[in-house]
């Protein structure tokens, strides 16, 4: 039986209606969770329980993972560069439906919705060819709200406030990668890497299998991983895959750096440890022109890759079948 959605409560709506950038979290095969940024303009209708965000077929991995298992998550976990004046932190839970051919009516709501967060779009003979496939191919993801927590401040501290379904018991430990626990990469060189992108946020999957997003800091390293900072009560003892999510954003998003990695985490009465596995990096050059001409280059490279290896039939296909409650 499907949940009820949940209307957001007043205390949500600011940094839902104004964040610039949210951390966006779903849930891989092996019950892990890969953490990532979107930049969603205030897309929701909260009569209805719902929120949602863009994205694109060049990026079939978190839609075909999405579309195989909906619980998805969002963090609003930074004011940066956006519009709300609220210091709480967010966390939305829920289940996630795919709109993968979005009608003419909603691209255009898109577009108007995403210029006061975005900038003005540009247009003209040369623009309108170059950006047509980011702007008409692009893919909704429709989460409905099953649970909404609030913590006061930023940093998730202090007493949290739930709407909608009850907050589970701590998750229970996993069982480890036949791999190994220890690092798979150079762990200096990904505290490097991040030292100059300040928000960060950790996720993992919970015991009601919805994820689990929470603010982090790294408050140092060695060969066994990164050291975290967490406020109390916020990890599950013993050791889970988990994934990081490490970003920096300017005004418009115009020049951003994101640091996605996946890994172990063990947590114990001494702390928590991250063990890194894998590391990837994005960056977006901080011009508006330079910016905007590789969004359009990478959409149609994307949109054309996803037809030649049959990546949008197959993401068609998996949307059709009926959805994982």
Known sequence: MTPARVRWPDAADPAIRGDLTVAVAYITPAGGAVV???????????????????????????LERILRNPHVSLAYHTREHGFA???SYVLVQGAASVDLQPSPQRLAELRQASEPFLGETRRGPIWDWLLREYH?????????????AVWP???A??????????????ATGQKPPKNGTDPRVDVSAVARRIGGLPHRVLAYQGADGLPVIVPVAVSGHDDTGLHLDVPPGLLPPGGRRAGLLAHAFQ???????????TGWLTVTD????YAPHT???????????????????????????????????????????????
């Open 153 to 155: 401040d930023l940093t």
């Open 36 to 62: 990532t940024s979107v930049s969603p303009v205030g897309l929701g209708d909260r009569e209805a329980g719902l929120i949602s965000f863009t994205t694109s077929l060049g990026f079939p991995k978190k």
């Open 85 to 87: 004046a609220s210091s």
């Open 136 to 148: 008409q191919e692009r893919v909704f993801v429709d989460v409905d709200i099953q649970r909404v």
């Open 270 to 273: 001494e702390g928590a440890l």
């Open 279 to 325: 590391s990837k990096g994005l960056a977006a050059p901080p011009y508006k022109t330079l910016l905007t001409v590789s969004n359009g280059l990478l959409a149609k490279h994307g949109l054309w890759r996803a037809h030649r290896d049959g990546t949008a039939e197959r993401l068609r296909q998996l949307a059709a079948r009926d959805p994982v409650n």
């Open 251 to 261: 005004p418009q998003c115009i020049g951003l750096g994101m640091r996605t990695l």
């Open 157 to 170: 501290r202090g007493t949290v406030t739930v709407t909608g379904a009850d907050r589970p018991e701590m």
